[in-house]
């Protein structure tokens, strides 16, 4: 009974076995220097012994026993307490360390996407987020997110956590570096958000493999990522290793309005501003980039002085809507998504003439 108590008894504390030295030596009276002479020891090994910053080695506590009188393998086991229990310690710390750096991050929601394993403990979990981040440490992430250097339109109501961001950010770069992508070729991408845009009208399973397709022959990778809780993304544009792009859409939109406008302001980052990270909120507080991007998609997908001078009829009535949308080959519903943008119509009006998507994968 004793024996099996003394197996289970593992306590939470140790003494450093300079402390019983520093004791020793005390009792007898001496200075350290004067145990050091002794025990043919420097000063400087025995100081730092006392002070807990080196251990007893087997062959300093042969000397000690010596000097002391107290059997090395005492001094020996002690030392291998205070290493038990300093292992001891620096594992707690590491664990809750993992436990703080997998708070930040929408782990439940990487292990049902096939991220992060199912199952696993708080260390191995730790591991493999690491891994798909690309960092060598928690201390790293901020470099990451240096590194993505993501300009972040914020929704004027709800700050998303830069942990979930960059998680659904390398969700993307993930599947993109799975595509055998040519180098970004610039006039090919016109080309392909030029065909693209004839593509307004069509069902999702028509245009969504499509677009993936033409915008990959341009070097852009066309990831649909469901979005992560607690952010509130609809797209990205972003630049891989210098020479590929990625357009990244969250399928947040579900309505055609909001999908076609968040993929054409993307591809305008993606045309204007080389080298540089955005991710999107809907209804975002923009700065000069972002309306440099809504600029252009509004050109690309209508023309800004055709669309300008329609705005000024002041179109209230679906019949006018259609019409304008039958002119320049749009869906009506994109029509009435710009006229509310730009404030002609009220965002209540006319929503009818939207197409409604139900994305198969899509995550509210």
Same mark, same amino acid.
């Given at each position: 009974?004793?024996?099996?108590?003394?197996?289970?008894?593992?306590?939470?504390?140790?003494?450093?076995?300079?402390?019983?030295?520093?004791?020793?030596?005390?009792? !007898?009276?001496?200075?350290?220097?004067?145990?050091?002479?002794?025990?043919?020891?420097?000063?400087?090994?025995?100081?730092?012994?006392?002070?807990?910053?080196?251990?007893?080695?087997?062959?300093?506590?042969?000397?000690?026993?010596?000097?002391?009188?107290?059997?090395?393998?005492?001094?020996?086991?002690?030392?291998?307490?205070?290493?038990?229990?300093?292992?001891?310690?620096?594992? =707690?710390?590491?664990?809750?360390?993992? =436990?703080?750096?997998?708070?930040?991050?929408?782990?439940?929601?990487?292990?049902? =996407?096939?991220?992060?394993?199912?199952? &696993?403990?708080?260390?191995?979990?730790?591991?493999?987020?690491?891994?798909?981040?690309?960092?060598?440490?928690?201390?790293?992430?901020?470099?990451?997110?240096?590194?993505?250097?993501? #300009?972040?339109?914020?929704?004027?109501?709800?700050?998303?956590?830069?942990?979930?961001? &960059?998680?659904?950010?390398?969700?993307?770069?993930?599947?993109?570096?799975?595509?055998?992508?040519?180098?970004?070729?610039?006039?090919?991408?016109?080309?392909?958000?030029?065909? *693209?845009?004839?593509?307004?009208?069509? #069902?999702?399973?028509?245009?969504?493999?499509?677009?993936?397709?033409?915008?990959?022959?341009?070097?852009?990778?066309?990831?649909?990522?469901?979005?992560?809780?607690?952010?509130?993304?609809?797209?990205?544009?972003?630049?891989?290793?210098?020479?590929?792009?990625?357009?990244?859409?969250?399928?947040?939109?579900?309505?055609?309005?909001?999908?076609?406008?968040?993929?054409?302001?993307?591809?305008?980052?993606?045309?204007?501003?080389?080298?540089?990270?955005?991710?999107?909120?809907?209804?975002?507080?923009?700065?000069?980039?972002?309306?440099?991007?809504?600029?252009?998609?509004?050109?690309?997908?209508?023309?800004?002085?055709?669309?300008?001078?329609?705005? =000024?009829?002041?179109? !209230?009535?679906?019949?006018?809507?259609?019409?304008? &949308?039958?002119?320049?080959?749009?869906?009506?519903? *994109?029509?009435?998504?710009?006229?509310?943008?730009?404030?002609?119509?009220?965002?209540?009006?006319?929503?009818?003439?939207?197409?409604?998507?139900?994305?198969?994968?899509?995550?509210?």
């Amino acid at each position: 009974m004793g024996a099996r108590m003394a197996e289970a008894w593992s306590p939470d504390w140790a003494v450093h076995p300079g402390e019983h030295l520093a004791e020793y030596i005390e009792s !007898r009276g001496w200075s350290q220097a004067e145990f050091a002479r002794l025990a043919d020891l420097t000063p400087k090994l025995v100081s730092t012994i006392i002070n807990g910053s080196n251990p007893v080695s087997a062959e300093t506590a042969l000397k000690f026993e010596h000097v002391l009188g107290m059997k090395a393998d005492i001094w020996t086991a002690l030392q291998a307490e205070w290493d038990l229990h300093e292992a001891r310690e620096a594992r =707690r710390r590491e664990i809750e360390n993992c =436990r703080e750096f997998l708070d930040r991050f929408p782990v439940k929601e990487l292990v049902e =996407r096939n991220v992060l394993p199912k199952g &696993a403990k708080v260390e191995e979990l730790c591991e493999r987020l690491l891994s798909f981040l690309g960092i060598g440490s928690p201390d790293a992430f901020a470099s990451r997110l240096r590194n993505l250097a993501v #300009q972040h339109r914020h929704s004027r109501s709800f700050n998303s956590e830069e942990g979930h961001v &960059a998680a659904w950010l390398m969700l993307g770069e993930l599947r993109a570096r799975a595509m055998q992508l040519p180098v970004f070729d610039e006039a090919r991408f016109q080309a392909s958000v030029r065909e *693209i845009r004839g593509l307004t009208c069509e #069902q999702v399973e028509v245009f969504a493999p499509q677009m993936i397709n033409l915008c990959a022959k341009s070097g852009v990778a066309l990831v649909f990522e469901p979005p992560l809780s607690k952010t509130r993304l609809f797209g990205s544009a972003r630049w891989l290793d210098g020479s590929r792009a990625i357009i990244q859409m969250s399928l947040r939109m579900k309505s055609n309005d909001h999908f076609w406008w968040t993929f054409f302001h993307e591809a305008g980052h993606i045309t204007l501003h080389r080298g540089r990270t955005f991710a999107d909120d809907q209804g975002g507080i923009g700065d000069g980039a972002e309306n440099e991007a809504d600029v252009w998609a509004e050109e690309q997908l209508v023309g800004r002085s055709r669309f300008s001078e329609f705005c =000024r009829t002041v179109p !209230r009535s679906e019949a006018a809507v259609r019409n304008f &949308a039958d002119e320049v080959g749009l869906h009506p519903g *994109i029509i009435v998504g710009m006229l509310q943008h730009r404030g002609i119509l009220p965002f209540a009006h006319l929503n009818g003439l939207k197409a409604r998507f139900e994305w198969a994968d899509a995550k509210a």
